[in-house]
């Protein structure tokens, strides 16, 4: 199998949250994988149908090109391997928690990492991340980077739910980690990859979950190094 990641100028730092999930989901369901980098501008250059973001995963030939795709696909078809999502129930609830975390946490923490994403990428990429971000954003990066710390705050706000849910179970999916789990640290990687910004503080109960995520399965998301 090979997973299709995403790299700035450091090829080991790959920093896209959604590729996270599935190098997690991957390494839950004890699947040996070899991580391909791209950079934004080699992705639509692959010769693979419809591929216009990563992660990409491959395997016999086939190629899969949605994070959410590749964790049906991995649940579907390695059911022996411990579940991503402990049945229907669970599965339902990780469609929703993708989607409300996308509009309660990837919105705010895109805005404020926008910048610092820019910084890490090479210079060929650098003018396709500009033009196309600054055209969702409908303002410069540099207006946008001003904002940083007010997105910051906004992105904290949210995090009520997640601290609350973590006082009375292990991880976000209960007492072992789930797929939600996965959601949740894409986006801690997607910071840590690209930032020094502090996203929760210590006194947070999500800053304990990140270091038992951060331990899970031989240390791998550790290979992202934490910025100071
Ligand atoms: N819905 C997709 C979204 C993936 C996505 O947005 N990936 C970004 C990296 S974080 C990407 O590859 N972007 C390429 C581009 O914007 O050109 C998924 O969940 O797999």
Redesign the pocket.
Request: glycine share 0%.
């Given at each position: 199998m090979k997973l299709y990641e995403?790299v700035g100028k450091d090829k080991t730092q790959g920093f896209?949250?959604?590729?996270w999930?599935?190098r997690m989901a991957l390494a839950h369901k004890g699947l040996e994988v070899e991580m391909v980098p791209l950079t934004?501008s080699e992705?639509?250059k692959l010769p693979i149908a419809n591929a216009?973001?990563?992660?990409i995963l491959e395997h016999n030939g086939g190629f899969i090109?949605?994070?959410?795709?590749?964790a049906i696909f991995l649940e579907d078809n390695f059911p022996d391997k411990p579940s991503l999502f402990g049945g229907d129930a669970g599965k339902a609830y990780a469609n929703f928690f993708n989607f409300v975390s996308f509009y309660n946490l990837i919105v705010p923490l895109f805005q404020a990492l926008v910048y610092d994403i820019f910084q890490e990428l090479n210079e060929c990429d650098q003018d396709?991340f500009r033009a196309?971000r600054e055209a969702r954003l409908g303002k410069s990066l540099e207006e946008a980077h001003e904002n940083q710390l007010q997105n910051l705050d906004i992105f904290r706000k949210q995090l009520w739910p997640y601290n609350m849910t973590l006082k009375s179970q292990e991880f976000l999916g209960g007492n072992e980690p789930t797929y939600v789990d996965y959601i949740m640290y894409g986006m801690f990687q997607?910071a840590r990859g690209v930032s020094a910004l502090p996203l929760v503080s210590e006194d947070d109960l999500l800053c304990g979950w990140r270091e038992k995520m951060d331990n899970l399965y031989g240390g791998l998301g550790q290979v992202i190094k934490t910025r100071s």
């Open positions: 995403l896209s949250p959604y590729v999930r599935a934004f992705i639509p216009k973001t990563v992660p090109t949605d994070s959410w795709d590749i396709y196309s997607w």
